[in-house]
């Protein structure tokens, strides 16, 4: 038999990590949990080392690390760390084989850099890293020889059906995309939405920030950027399609004008099962769309007016060098702020524009640029009042 495959799980009490115990507890004979991180959430962490018997943990927060040390939660057996550092150097963990990026936000990318640098192959479900470090993360992935498997629903739908294909037969990529809580409402109403209608997804149970992205489709433009670092299209061979039941996950089209999807429920169990047994395939932790019940599947494109970030989305990816770091980091903050109760719904647009148009984003950016390129958006957006 097969040595059991070693993971670490960086951010292993939110939705993707608690979709990825999921899929260890069912495979406990082929998948092994080495690490574990979270921000803050230590009881929650602490209750999955004893579960999985997890030798090594970081906690993000200090003062959640000092409550944990206090309350004596964690088996005495993990050894528990804090900090980014700490955070970093999990990911390189001679142990392990691969690291599963599930922490959320631009904070990804310092962690899946070091653990590509240090030969670990990366599934990821992060997009944002790839949107500020797209580049950086391409060239050392390369470098190293280590696999990014896409954990992106979308994008691990791709990566599924161009298997056995090579580069020269693409024609273009077709994103799917739910549409968002509020693809019925009309445009007239969104002044209204409020965080607590925002934070709820019809199809999907996935954690707040990335919940608002998809009402907002700032989601999908993430994706788009995503898409063009894992499989290096240009913005006029990506496209977005709205489909309502999310259970086609994305198309590829191939130059003879043949499309092949990829289909599963929405549960993110598929995907995240995918990359961590790749290339090898198992039994899954749930049912699998079943044709025997009458469904239908539709298809309609997007309403760009309705949907300004995915505009400013395309816009960003096609000025290209740090403009995608700037969408990303303006979104951040202005997600916090709207959750926050500080901005309106329909100002998350708003301060993404302006802050494409008030920041200088320099060609081929160094990392630093980019980390600074960051901090100066978040800055400027955060200070910013209506
Ligand atoms: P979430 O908010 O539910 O969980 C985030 C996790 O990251 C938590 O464990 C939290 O403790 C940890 N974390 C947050 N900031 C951290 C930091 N600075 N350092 C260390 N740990 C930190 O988010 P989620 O919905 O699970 O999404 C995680 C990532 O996966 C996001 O980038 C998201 O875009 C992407 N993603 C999520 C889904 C989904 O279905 N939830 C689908 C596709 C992609
Ligand atoms: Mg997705």
Redesign the pocket.
Known sequence: MRPRKRIIL????????S?TLRVLREHKDRLELVGV?????HAELAQICHEFAVPQA?L?DEKAYHLAQQSGDFPSSTTVNCG?EA?AELATLPEADIVLV????A??LRPALAAIEAGKDIAL????LLVLGGAHVIEAAKRKGVRLLP???EHNAIFQCLQGHPANQLDKLILTASGGQFRDTPSSELQQVTPEMATQHPN????????V?SATMA?KG?ELIEAHWLFGLEPERLEVVIHPQSVVHSFVQFIDGSILAQLSPPS?TFAIQHCLLYPDRAPGVEPTTDFRTAFSLDFKAPDFSKYPCLQLAYDALRSGGAAPAIFNAANEVAVERFLAKEIAYLEIPKLIEHSLSRMQAPQQPSLEQLFQTDTETRALAQSFRF
Do not use: Y
Request: hydrophobic share 40%; net charge neutral.
């Open positions: 960086l951010g292993a009490t939110g939705s993707i990590g979709s991180a979270a921000h803050s959430r970081v993000q980014s955070l599930a922490v959320v936000g904070a990804g479900a992060n997009k944002e954990t992106d629903s999907w149970s996935m954690g707040p920030k990335i919940t992205d989601n993430l993110m």
